[in-house]
């Protein structure tokens, strides 16, 4: 298997918000919610900032071991023991644990933060740069993470489990869903293989985190990623303080409301809303946001109080069962890792770009924001068809029927457009409106009336004409139809809809190759993959 890549501006791509290509444009009012600039000088200027600020790498090292007792593999362990210098430090990108890794761009953002990290120990040989998975395990959204599409196929998991789903176990519903993939996938050249690599992973009793822990490292442990399950009790306990202020002064939510009021007065949709208190508590089989109603400290759904000495008593001895939002997430996240640079998609960059004055507060070191890469996946059938069509791969980022008006207006024998017409309608009127006005200077508003209706009924002519050449172009618009379709599902971007199994069923591992070598840095282009 064999791919070209060709870019385009996200810009062009039209799938993009206005905030994350302002982003991407460095818009002057954006710069000050982010601390530095996603190129290779602000990289140097987070791990200056990084360096001033010390990271228990010892725990950190000691519980990647263990979640690697059973899981070794050399360039993984090579990095955990490069993470106790002080001269490494980690690029990271965030998922949940979605069944069978979700949508396509999981393999997309791992890939780029591998990328990255290559790129950077090639630029700055005097550091080292370990890529991380970090699994955001203690998602409860079930109805989010347990699904995937196969083949345009919903495939969704169908279990009465509850709480985080990192910590729900593969159950005989799980299980049908691998005999339900296998029937679609076993056909295929490498079918069998990640079917069987699947099931290794997905045993009845084990949890979701650790399945999703096994296949990602089973699939990137070779190029050294770390895969990390902040869902510990001894790495929670660095972050006790935070979690602390946020249940006893609720600084966090007030904090980010003045961020995000100057970011929606800058003129930006805001992302994520902060609550009082943004913590979940997180015990069995429940993952339930904490709010206190006056002096107690209850469980949304009211099954568990505490009062202010009970809750912190909790938090310093089982750190583990307090879960923090999409607030308090990635401050978690930079307490614990070494990290200078975060990979995201437009969501989370969106988000981030409200927590700046919230790690200014904690005095903790703020990472480089970098927008993930995407890709258009075209296979050849498929890009045969759209050049005999006669359009680039490109131009199937238009919406269908202009691509279709486009098709036809370029190869009708028939003169579809009414422009002369128009301008002879234009003229006409014009010159009955000096003849009336010679006789009576109010009837030129009439005139005028009749020259709007006039014009608006020979632009639907037009449109009439259009419509009824295209009932010509059947085949061709058929054509059309099934290859947006099938690069883009349900008018998305492929990338958020397919899974990565049905690829990697028609070309094995090579294809996780392919999207490697392709896969970009700093460039922050859209890219798109056709298979030579």
Not at 100 to 108: E, I, K, Q
């Amino acid at each position: 298997m064999d791919c070209i890549s060709t870019r385009l501006p996200y810009r062009q791509t039209d799938y993009f918000t206005k905030i994350i290509l302002d982003y991407l444009d460095h818009a002057e009012n954006l710069k000050p919610f982010y601390a530095h600039s996603p190129s290779l000088q602000g990289i140097q200027k987070a791990i200056n900032e990084r360096k001033t600020v010390s990271t228990n790498r010892k725990v950190l090292a000691e519980e990647l071991k263990k979640q690697y007792a059973d899981s070794a593999v050399s360039a993984v362990d090579k990095n955990i023991e490069a993470l106790l210098s002080e001269d490494t430090f980690t690029i990271t990108t965030a998922h949940q644990p979605n069944i069978f890794t979700g949508p396509l761009y999981f393999l997309y953002k791992i890939l780029h933060t591998i990328k990255l990290a290559e790129h950077c120990k090639a630029s700055l040989p005097q550091y080292n740069f370990v890529p991380v998975y970090y699994m955001g395990s203690e998602d409860a959204d079930l109805e989010e993470l347990g699904h995937i599409y196969l083949g345009g196929q919903k495939i969704e998991w169908k279990t009465k489990q509850t709480g985080a789903v990192g910590r729900m176990k593969v159950d005989k519903e799980f299980l049908k869903l691998i005999e339900l993939i296998n029937g679609q996938l076993i056909v295929l050249p490498f079918g069998n293989e990640i079917v069987s690599h699947v099931k290794k992973c997905y045993q009845e009793g084990v949890m979701i985190q650790d399945a999703t822990f096994k296949l990602v490292n089973s699939l990137f442990g070779e190029y050294g990623l770390i895969v990390f399950i902040p869902d510990n009790a001894d790495l929670k306990k660095q972050a006790v303080k935070i979690f602390e202020d946020d249940l006893l002064n609720e600084t966090p939510s007030v904090i980010v409301e003045q961020t995000a009021n100057r970011l929606q007065g800058a003129g930006y949709k805001l992302q994520a809303n902060p609550r009082e208190i943004n913590l979940f508590y997180l015990k069995d089989g429940m993952r339930d946001r904490i709010v206190k109603i006056k002096d107690k400290y209850i469980t949304h759904d009211s099954r568990i109080a505490f009062n202010e000495e009970e809750i912190i008593n909790e938090l310093q001895n089982n750190p583990e069962r307090f879960s923090p939002n999409v607030i308090l997430r990635g401050i978690y996240q930079e307490t614990v890792l070494p990290n200078i640079v975060y990979i995201g998609g437009g969501g989370e960059i969106a988000y981030w770009l409200q927590l700046k004055d919230l790690f200014a507060n904690y005095k903790v070191p703020y990472p480089v924001l970098l927008l993930r890469n995407s890709f258009l996946f075209v296979e050849k059938k498929w890009h045969e068809k759209i050049n005999k069509l006669g359009f680039a791969v490109e131009d199937l980022f238009l919406p269908e029927q202009e691509l279709i008006s486009r098709l036809v207006a370029r190869d009708t024998k028939n003169e579809i457009k009414l422009n002369g017409n128009f301008t002879d309608a234009e003229q006409l009127y014009e010159s009955l409106k000096k003849q009336v006005v010679s006789v009576d200077s109010t009837l030129a508003r009439h005139v005028e009336a009749l020259k709007t209706q006039s014009l608006y009924r020979l632009h639907e002519l037009e449109k009439k004409m259009l419509r009824a050449e295209k009932r010509k172009f059947t085949d061709q618009q058929r054509q059309i139809h099934t290859i947006k379709e099938d690069l883009f599902p349900s008018n998305s971007l492929q990338e958020r809809t397919d899974n990565f199994m049905q690829y990697y069923a028609k070309w094995g591992k090579d294809f996780i190759g392919q999207v490697y070598r392709h896969s970009l840095s700093l460039e922050q282009e859209f890219a798109i993959l056709n298979e030579c």
